[in-house]
């Protein structure tokens, strides 16, 4: 059994540092061979203005290792560290380490140790530095003054170079603190520490871009971000000056009284003047440089801004290494901004019931599906309620639905008081085959509800003719395949109209709940607008059957920005897909279908329990979509019906296809066998826009492994 690994991060500030960083690269990589963890090496290049991109892209090309974001601007050593803890904020642990090579990497192994000893932050204090007089004279009158005066347990040499725990990066990201220290803010986060002296080595390649004004820069604000020392100092000096005032005023008062003073006092008086001038200004260029800081956390700018990324995506999701099944997170990435623009819209609008954001999405909806008319309800299960209300079909009414599907949509013929005519499935696609259609018009059927299962597409121009031919209603389930094409359409134009769910993990996905009906009749859609507000009219007055299911504003201002990158996302499913096509036949997968676009990837392993205890101890994430055909959900059973039609039996009159009810359909022939022997196997394997190649990867080989097996 493989266990889990460790996830460890070095993230390294880049700037001027071209020459160093091959070196550097192979000295990480000695040093952290054999400490059995996940690494990263994370490295930010802070707009350097040499040729460090070039020779940190080809890093990333040899090493999937490497990652590498170029940031917009030259923001500063702490910004640059702060963007790249950002990037690898869900590793386990992060060390911190400077590009110059004055930092030993071999002292990794030592800070893993003392970490997995219960450590959260490993500081590694210089004891001595080789570094030119000047620069060593100002480095310890600093360290001594923020020792001294702002964090009085500061290792004496001070620190750069560190391991610190994810609780600890969680904190520094949480502080969002602009002017200000890394090193004070990992010792005012607390936590237990370690402390490992090190000699400072000289300098390899270039020079220091360290300045003597970005130093006292640092100094300045270091000291202004965690003391009041400078306050207090100025105070005082304001107390002693305002106390020579008032001393040299009784002496000019006795003096004037006595006759003392023969000449007036110029030089005197200039010289106390100038002396409480520079005070007053010293004064108000200290006070005025923690108004900056404050001004600089009252703007709303971003902290650092990624002009480029480079190597595989690290964005936030990852649970303890494991491969997710789904996460939103990674989902929403490229939305980010959008979303929270469209959530500040929605705030700011005064129709917060069936407003503008709702007709926007309703509108770019239809367009996409290319259908003239969408309504926006609560979630799927009702859009297939209100879609046979609408459709007119009567209360009583047998409705086929396929076996195996999600128990919503056998959930929503029961709620507009239809029955569900429960139908066998096609073997290899198990989708509902168009013959299912004239057995279910043989039993009486009013309506036929195809799922396109796992983003596959039914033979609809076929489901379509023979309903035509036979008169039934037809509503396509659309909830995994937004997106789908076949026969040179989008899924949900064939039927009279069709469902659409955007539950968060859907191809088209919100934050909550949300549906749509599309149609290509106005009737229905005018019917549909009334029916999700109680089946009231214009007026108010209820003319219609109807419910409460409308799509609120939120969810409709945030789908319209997830709609903006759909076909994207579904291209990023698609390509999942044909890398598990490739490499797992071995596992009988559902097969994808021209059009196709995956909302499930779906494998049938012989011992479907074992297989995912298999991936789960291998860090691999799975999924069952379905566990029982629904003719066997013991209420659904006893409310719905089970249409035979075995091999063996000849064509039958209408009326006349065997009809078991409820609970007593237990034997085979009596069932729905194909969809029940599927629901015994499906297992769904992790397929989702923004999952790592990495994730996927560690999918494959957790599947070959397990088909290896024998």
């Given at each position: 059994?493989?266990?889990?690994?460790?996830?460890?991060?070095?993230?390294?500030?880049?700037?001027?540092?071209?020459?160093?960083?091959?070196?550097?690269?192979?000295?990480?990589?000695?040093?952290?061979?054999?400490?059995?963890?996940?690494?990263?090496?994370?490295?930010?290049?802070?707009?350097?203005?040499?040729?460090?991109?070039?020779?940190?892209?080809?890093?990333?090309?040899?090493?999937?290792?490497?990652?590498?974001?170029?940031?917009?601007?030259?923001?500063?050593?702490?910004?640059?560290?702060?963007?790249?803890?950002?990037?690898?904020?869900?590793?386990?642990?992060?060390?911190?380490?400077?590009?110059?090579?004055?930092?030993?990497?071999?002292?990794?192994?030592?800070?893993?140790?003392?970490?997995?000893?219960?450590?959260?932050?490993?500081?590694?204090?210089?004891?001595?530095?080789?570094?030119?007089?000047?620069?060593?004279?100002?480095?310890?009158?600093f360290w001594w003054s923020f020792r001294r005066f702002a964090m009085p347990d500061m290792p004496p040499g001070g620190f750069d170079f560190c391991l610190i725990d994810r609780r600890v990066v969680r904190v520094i990201l949480e502080s969002s603190e602009k002017k200000t220290s890394l090193v004070g803010l990992i010792l005012w986060a607390g936590f237990?520490?370690?402390?490992?002296?090190?000699?400072?080595?000289?300098?390899?390649?270039?020079?220091?871009?360290?300045?003597?004004?970005?130093?006292?820069?640092?100094?300045?604000?270091?000291?202004?971000?965690?003391?009041?020392?400078?306050?207090?100092?100025?105070?005082?000096?304001?107390?002693?000056?305002?106390?020579?005032?008032?001393?040299?005023?009784?002496?000019?008062?006795?003096?004037?009284?006595?006759?003392?003073?023969?000449?007036?006092?110029?030089?005197?008086?200039?010289?106390?003047?100038?002396?409480?001038?520079?005070?007053?200004?010293?004064?108000?260029?200290?006070?005025?440089?923690?108004?900056?800081?404050?001004?600089?956390?009252?703007?709303?700018?971003?902290?650092?801004?990624?002009?480029?990324?480079?190597?595989?995506?690290?964005?936030?999701?990852?649970?303890?290494?494991?491969?997710?099944?789904?996460?939103?997170?990674?989902?929403?990435?490229?939305?980010?901004?959008?979303?929270?623009?469209?959530?500040?819209?929605?705030?700011?609008?005064?129709?917060?019931?069936?407003?503008?954001?709702?007709?926007?999405?309703?509108?770019?909806?239809?367009?996409?599906?290319?259908?003239?008319?969408?309504?926006?309800?609560?979630?799927?299960?009702?859009?297939?309620?209100?879609?046979?209300?609408?459709?007119?079909?009567?209360?009583?009414?047998?409705?086929?639905?396929?076996?195996?599907?999600?128990?919503?949509?056998?959930?929503?013929?029961?709620?507009?008081?239809?029955?569900?005519?429960?139908?066998?499935?096609?073997?290899?696609?198990?989708?509902?085959?168009?013959?299912?259609?004239?057995?279910?018009?043989?039993?009486?059927?009013?309506?036929?509800?195809?799922?396109?299962?796992?983003?596959?597409?039914?033979?609809?121009?076929?489901?379509?003719?023979?309903?035509?031919?036979?008169?039934?209603?037809?509503?396509?389930?659309?909830?995994?395949?937004?997106?789908?094409?076949?026969?040179?359409?989008?899924?949900?134009?064939?039927?009279?109209?069709?469902?659409?769910?955007?539950?968060?993990?859907?191809?088209?996905?919100?934050?909550?709940?949300?549906?749509?009906?599309?149609?290509?009749?106005?009737?229905?859609?005018?019917?549909?607008?009334?029916?999700?507000?109680?089946?009231?009219?214009?007026?108010?007055?209820?003319?219609?059957?109807?419910?409460?299911?409308?799509?609120?504003?939120?969810?409709?201002?945030?789908?319209?920005?997830?709609?903006?990158?759909?076909?994207?996302?579904?291209?990023?499913?698609?390509?999942?897909?044909?890398?598990?096509?490739?490499?797992?036949?071995?596992?009988?997968?559902?097969?994808?279908?021209?059009?196709?676009?995956?909302?499930?990837?779906?494998?049938?392993?012989?011992?479907?329990?074992?297989?995912?205890?298999?991936?789960?101890?291998?860090?691999?994430?799975?999924?069952?979509?379905?566990?029982?055909?629904?003719?066997?959900?013991?209420?659904?059973?006893?409310?719905?019906?089970?249409?035979?039609?075995?091999?063996?039996?000849?064509?039958?009159?209408?009326?006349?296809?065997?009809?078991?009810?409820?609970?007593?359909?237990?034997?085979?022939?009596?069932?729905?066998?194909?969809?029940?022997?599927?629901?015994?196997?499906?297992?769904?394997?992790?397929?989702?826009?923004?999952?790592?190649?990495?994730?996927?990867?560690?999918?494959?080989?957790?599947?070959?492994?397990?088909?290896?097996?024998?």
């Amino acid at each position: 059994m493989r266990t889990i690994l460790k996830r460890l991060a070095v993230v390294v500030p880049v700037y001027g540092n071209e020459a160093s960083l091959p070196e550097l690269y192979e000295r990480i990589d000695a040093a952290t061979r054999g400490l059995d963890v996940e690494l990263t090496l994370q490295f930010v290049n802070d707009r350097s203005p040499d040729g460090s991109q070039a020779v940190l892209e080809s890093l990333a090309a040899r090493d999937p290792r490497v990652r590498v974001i170029l940031l917009s601007r030259n923001h500063g050593s702490f910004t640059a560290i702060a963007a790249g803890m950002a990037q690898v904020a869900t590793h386990d642990a992060v060390v911190i380490l400077s590009a110059d090579l004055q930092d030993p990497p071999e002292l990794i192994p030592e800070m893993v140790r003392r970490w997995r000893a219960g450590i959260p932050v490993v500081l590694c204090s210089r004891k001595d530095r080789d570094d030119p007089l000047a620069s060593r004279l100002f480095s310890r009158a600093f360290w001594w003054s923020f020792r001294r005066f702002a964090m009085p347990d500061m290792p004496p040499g001070g620190f750069d170079f560190c391991l610190i725990d994810r609780r600890v990066v969680r904190v520094i990201l949480e502080s969002s603190e602009k002017k200000t220290s890394l090193v004070g803010l990992i010792l005012w986060a607390g936590f237990e520490r370690s402390v490992i002296p090190y000699e400072r080595a000289a300098r390899k390649h270039g020079r220091s871009m360290w300045s003597m004004g970005r130093k006292l820069a640092y100094a300045f604000h270091s000291l202004v971000a965690f003391s009041s020392l400078p306050m207090k100092l100025f105070a005082g000096l304001g107390l002693v000056v305002g106390a020579a005032g008032v001393l040299m005023a009784f002496y000019v008062l006795l003096a004037n009284l006595f006759g003392w003073i023969t000449v007036p006092g110029w030089s005197a008086l200039m010289l106390m003047q100038t002396v409480i001038l520079a005070t007053v200004l010293l004064g108000f260029g200290v006070l005025g440089g923690y108004l900056w800081i404050n001004l600089e956390q009252t703007r709303r700018r971003p902290l650092f801004i990624v002009d480029k990324t480079v190597g595989q995506d690290l964005a936030p999701g990852d649970r303890d290494g494991r491969v997710d099944f789904f996460s939103l997170e990674r989902v929403s990435a490229p939305a980010r901004h959008g979303l929270r623009e469209a959530a500040h819209r929605a705030l700011a609008s005064r129709r917060i019931i069936l407003g503008p954001e709702v007709e926007r999405f309703e509108r770019a909806f239809a367009r996409y599906v290319g259908a003239p008319h969408a309504v926006g309800v609560a979630n799927g299960t009702d859009s297939i309620t209100l879609a046979l209300w609408a459709l007119g079909v009567e209360p009583g009414s047998l409705v086929a639905v396929p076996a195996l599907t999600a128990p919503p949509t056998a959930v929503a013929v029961l709620r507009a008081g239809c029955v569900p005519l429960f139908m066998d499935v096609d073997p290899q696609t198990l989708l509902l085959p168009a013959s299912a259609v004239a057995r279910a018009a043989a039993l009486g059927a009013k309506a036929v509800v195809p799922v396109h299962l796992y983003g596959n597409l039914c033979d609809m121009p076929a489901i379509r003719a023979e309903a035509d031919r036979l008169g039934l209603v037809v509503i396509e389930d659309c909830a995994q395949s937004t997106g789908s094409e076949a026969f040179g359409r989008h899924c949900g134009t064939w039927g009279h109209a069709a469902s659409f769910s955007f539950y968060p993990t859907k191809n088209l996905g919100t934050y909550g709940d949300g549906g749509a009906v599309v149609t290509a009749d106005p009737g229905v859609a005018q019917r549909l607008v009334s029916m999700r507000f109680y089946g009231q009219d214009a007026s108010g007055v209820c003319v219609l059957p109807g419910m409460n299911s409308r799509l609120d504003e939120m969810q409709a201002a945030l789908l319209t920005e997830r709609l903006a990158c759909l076909d994207e996302h579904n291209a990023r499913r698609v390509a999942v897909a044909a890398r598990y096509d490739q490499a797992l036949s071995a596992l009988d997968p559902v097969p994808g279908q021209p059009g196709r676009v995956p909302h499930l990837y779906v494998v049938r392993p012989d011992e479907r329990a074992e297989f995912r205890r298999f991936l789960s101890e291998r860090g691999v994430d799975t999924g069952v979509h379905y566990s029982q055909a629904l003719n066997r959900h013991p209420y659904l059973a006893a409310q719905g019906r089970v249409a035979q039609a075995p091999e063996s039996q000849a064509p039958a009159a209408p009326g006349t296809v065997a009809v078991a009810h409820g609970p007593d359909a237990r034997s085979a022939d009596a069932g729905c066998p194909t969809a029940e022997a599927a629901a015994a196997r499906v297992t769904s394997l992790p397929c989702y826009p923004g999952i790592p190649e990495a994730h996927v990867e560690r999918v494959v080989e957790a599947c070959r492994e397990w088909a290896a097996r024998g």
